[in-house]
């Protein structure tokens, strides 16, 4: 059985920083790409970030761009979403997720396995 489970959120003034951490399991092959979402209250879901299932290629939207840093430690089935200079617009419930295939997507229905989500809160 696949499981994704998320950690590291927490509350944290402007201009801190958070990592967030998705720990996966279950799949016999490593080949899947990994994403990180966010909902905010009120909001629908959107995509933040993704890595391939190496590692090599990674993106982030505008939004984070610059800030924010996905990563994969294969050694431990792990990826990280690293978090700088948050601001209070950056508030929400993070998930990760794993993809049906190897490609690198930001569409929700893309993904089929979603770990239980870590709240990120930045005061301001």
């Known amino acids: 059985q696949v499981q994704l489970v998320e950690s590291g959120g927490g509350l944290v003034q402007t201009g801190g920083s958070l990592r967030l951490s998705c720990a996966t399991s279950?799949?016999?092959?490593?080949?899947?790409?990994t994403g990180w979402f966010r909902q905010a209250p009120g909001k629908e879901r959107e995509f933040v970030a993704v890595t391939d299932w190496s590692g090599t290629f990674t993106y982030c939207v505008d939004a984070v761009k610059g800030r924010f840093t996905i990563s994969r430690d294969h050694a431990k089935n792990t990826v990280y979403l690293q978090m700088n200079s948050l601001k209070p617009e950056d508030t929400a419930v993070y998930y990760c997720?794993?993809?049906?295939?190897?490609?690198?997507?930001?569409?929700?229905?893309?993904?089929?396995?979603w770990g239980q989500g870590t709240q990120v809160t930045v005061s301001s």
């Open positions: 997720a794993e993809a049906k295939s190897y490609k690198t997507t930001g569409w929700g229905p893309d993904y089929d396995y």
């Open positions: 279950g799949r016999a092959f490593s080949i899947y790409a």
